[in-house]
């Protein structure tokens, strides 16, 4: 879940800060206290100057639309406490909880699936590395995304004792939802205005809260069963000594 740093103009934002408000140029006399751009920010602390007026600022004087979404450098971010349970290989899957986020002055918070360039996300049943060919493709006949679902495949193999590699489609479900178990709506990271590193879909978190809950399945060739990936695995003639599972999934923070 680490993440790496991305840049904008000021980070943050609020609308409980006080808005614009049109008025005549502070004439030099008022020094430090100077509010040139009228957005309630004295203009030794603002950072973004010449604010449209009517917006709401941060407390460093920028609004909305004067910001460009940034990646979140930490994990946990927001003072927010983050649980997990389960196994993305395993019946019931993987749920992780965020909660008690602590938006600040945030007009926006954003979550985006598999955004780590540097850990391609796949399933593989034939040894310990995910291939550039084993990544996750978006599924559009059964994703719905305005319902928080988002369904990706990939086309894998396992390893079997006797040497054979058989394929195997691979397929990831995610559903999101908020504190209330309400869906999140998901979208392309063009949707959202992220400037995302690899991830080509998330979710705006509008609440202190989100569960995101995922399962990896496989299916063999010919066959119309979907099985969670260990199981699947524990259930195939396997070398003993040398079969092995690797599967990759995560999300990364953006905000302004």
Excluded at 38 to 45: F, L, Q
Aim: hydrophobic share 35%; charged share 15%.
């Amino acid at each position: 879940m680490a993440v790496l740093g991305a840049t904008g103009c000021a980070k943050g934002g609020g609308a409980n800060a006080p808005p614009d408000s049109a008025g005549p140029t502070a004439d030099a006399s008022c020094g430090q206290l100077c509010d040139s751009d009228h957005d309630g920010v004295p203009d030794p602390m603002d950072q973004c100057p010449d604010t449209p007026p009517g917006q709401p600022v941060n407390k460093v004087g920028c609004a909305d639309s004067q910001l460009t979404p940034v990646l979140e450098t930490m994990f946990p971010p927001y003072g927010l406490a983050w649980t997990t349970s389960g196994d993305p290989g395993r019946a019931g899957g993987l749920k992780w909880t965020y909660a008690g986020i602590d938006r600040g002055d945030l007009f926006h918070i954003w979550w985006i699936v598999c955004d780590d360039p540097a850990t391609p996300c796949g399933v593989t049943l034939d040894g310990t590395t995910i291939a550039a060919g084993e990544g996750w493709q978006f599924d559009a006949t059964d994703s719905d995304l305005a319902s928080g679902t988002l369904i990706e495949t990939n086309a894998t193999h396992i390893l079997l004792a006797d040497g054979t590699m058989p394929a195997l489609t691979g397929r990831l479900t995610m559903t999101i939802t908020d504190a209330n178990d309400a869906a999140i709506p998901v979208a392309t990271v063009a949707t959202l205005g992220v400037p995302a590193r690899a991830g080509a879909y998330g979710a705006e978190i509008t609440g202190t809260a989100f569960d995101v809950t995922a399962i990896i399945e496989v299916q063999a060739s010919g066959s119309t069963t979907w099985t969670p990936y260990l199981d699947y695995y524990d259930a195939q003639p396997t070398p003993t000594g040398g079969g092995s599972t690797a599967v990759s999934f995560g999300g990364s923070f953006y905000d302004k």
